[in-house]
């Protein structure tokens, strides 16, 4: 559990265990603690390295909405990779942390052994339905612009962030938040979705069986990469790692084992 200054930035980060590194980014609103339920298992195995994004809990909040994007919060997972000598990793990240880690695989394909790609997706190619995901981002935004994290708490635009314990939520920015959901929740093009078939590493797409705002786009991205594997969580919703922690970690193990 520790802090390091990097891509100008001071990140909280923790590593777990030794071995091939393997790295879990969060989801929007979520933190490291997100991730508990899998220290355990994951760690006997890799060398788990878990992190706040910038604009979350425990990492710096830059104020300028212009430090926020794809390509930065995928430079800060380049920089704390370089900080533990990780050179080659395993990727993963669930929601936006997938997103993220998209971003970096495309940026970086040499330094990425596996991707594992949980309760995510790449965007929409259909115009209309990615202008209506961009507005329901802006009215997130300016609630909490206007009412703060305990008025984010209180609306319904919390609930596929329950991975995070009430008492951590609150303590987030709303201002870093707002320019999260702006900046980095929006994918203003196809990009990722056209690039899905460049990937040549071994992929694992996870869902949770009742995360249906997922399902298709999970499906979708397991039929784009090349010899995807495609795991369908039953029982469990957005955050499929805290909702049934037993399956998720046995589907990351059994999917690496034979792997790497």
């Known amino acids: 559990m520790s802090t390091a200054v990097l891509n100008g930035i001071k990140l909280y980060y ?19 603690e997100s991730w508990k339920p899998q220290i355990p298992a994951l760690s006997a195995k890799y060398r788990l390295i878990l992190y706040d994004a910038r604009g979350h809990w425990r990492s710096e909040s830059p104020r300028s909405a212009d430090l926020y994007s794809h390509d930065i919060f995928a430079d800060d997972l380049r920089a704390l990779l370089d900080h533990l000598d990780a050179e080659a990793t395993i990727v993963g ?3 936006m942390g997938g997103v993220i880690a998209l971003t970096y695989y495309f940026k970086h394909p040499e330094r990425v052994r596996a991707l594992i790609l949980a309760d995510t997706g790449p965007g929409f190619r259909n115009p209309e339905r990615r202008a209506q995901w961009t507005r329901s981002r802006e009215v997130v935004a300016r609630l909490l612009e206007e009412g703060g994290m305990p008025a984010f708490a209180r609306s319904k635009y919390a609930e596929l962030d329950y991975y995070t314990a009430p008492e951590i939520m609150l303590q987030h920015d709303p201002t870093s938040l707002a320019h999260v959901n702006r900046k980095v929740l929006v994918i203003p093009d196809s990009r990722l979705i056209d690039r899905l078939p460049e990937i040549r590493v071994p992929t694992l797409v996870l869902v949770g069986a009742d995360d249906t705002d997922f399902l298709a786009a999970a499906e979708a991205m397991a039929r784009k990469i090349p010899g995807a594997v495609h795991v369908v969580i039953p029982k469990a919703g957005h955050g499929a790692n805290v909702d049934q922690p037993e399956a998720f970690n046995h589907a990351i193990l059994d999917f690496l084992a034979p792997r790497l």
């Open 14 to 32: 923790e590593v777990h265990g030794q071995g091939t590194p393997l790295v879990l980014m969060h989801g929007f609103a979520g933190t490291a």
């Open 93 to 95: 990240g669930l929601s």
